[in-house]
């Protein structure tokens, strides 16, 4: 913990500092009694940039430990498929922002650019091992593939389940709760059919489109895991058996 320490004081206090002024200066701003100074632009937008500053922060200390703890440390093969995998999903993000089928699309694509464009700034910022060293390691096993696959799905099911929970249609389905109130069941029915109908056709595919680039992201990572620890049990079963290579 001690090679975190310095960053973790300075980047870590400074976004504390930031969040204390952010729930501090409303408290003192509405205390002015002058109310041309305590609704001026400046004082409004105080406690924003407050909060954008310590978000900031913490993401800059988010990248230095993240940089830090896996420097030279991730395989080459590993540390390019996740590489890949954040530039399809912010080419797919794109593709869904100006994908004409329907606006639904455009949230998730926003939300998938994002993330991989803030995932891919903090992996660019690790250093992968060199193509030499993964020269010494054995190919992936069919159980450590499997691992991953496993990985992939769950992940994949899993994240999809908890949007789709989220975001199912519920009453009044986009209607004025008012107007709602004044249909009568058959015409409750054909609304709800519709919302439904549109969930189904819809929202489920982009759903699962947007699901799978994190659930890739597992499976390098998880296949890489297994083998790592199939390579320590090894190591420590037979301690003086000197390591097979392999291309």
Do not use: C
């Not at 954008?52 to 988010?62: H, P, T």
């Not at 069941?185 to 982009?206: G, I």
């Not at 049990?233 to 037979?238: D, F, G, M, Y």
């Amino acid at each position: 913990m001690g090679k975190y320490a310095a960053p973790v004081r300075i980047l870590g206090g400074s976004a504390l500092i930031a969040l204390i002024i952010a729930l501090v200066f409303p408290v003192i701003r509405d205390g002015i009694s002058d109310e041309r100074t305590r609704n001026g632009v400046l004082m409004q937008a105080v406690p924003f940039f407050a909060v954008f500053a310590a978000i900031l922060l913490l993401y800059i200390l988010l990248g230095y430990i993240i940089a830090y703890r896996f420097n030279g440390k991730v395989p080459n093969r590993t540390y390019k498929g996740v590489e890949n995998t954040l530039v399809i999903g912010i080419l797919v993000g794109v593709v869904l922002l100006f994908q004409p089928i329907d606006f639904v699309g455009y949230r998730y694509g926003f939300l998938l650019v994002l993330a991989s464009l803030l995932a891919f700034i903090l992996w660019s910022h690790v250093v992968g091992r060199t193509r030499r060293a993964d020269l010494e390691l054995s190919r992936f096993t069919t159980g450590q593939q499997i691992a991953g696959g496993v990985a992939f799905v769950v992940i994949a099911a899993l994240l999809s389940g908890v949007i789709l929970q989220a975001n199912a249609p519920r009453e009044p389905f986009g209607v004025r709760e008012r107007v709602w109130n004044t249909y009568d069941e058959a015409e409750k029915a054909v609304v709800r059919d519709q919302a439904l109908a549109t969930f189904s056709n819809v929202e489920v595919p982009f759903v699962i489109l947007f699901s799978l680039v994190p659930a890739a992201l597992f499976f390098f990572i998880v296949r890489e895991v297994v083998a790592s620890l199939g390579r320590e049990s090894q190591t420590a079963s037979s301690p003086l058996t000197p390591q097979r290579s392999s291309a």
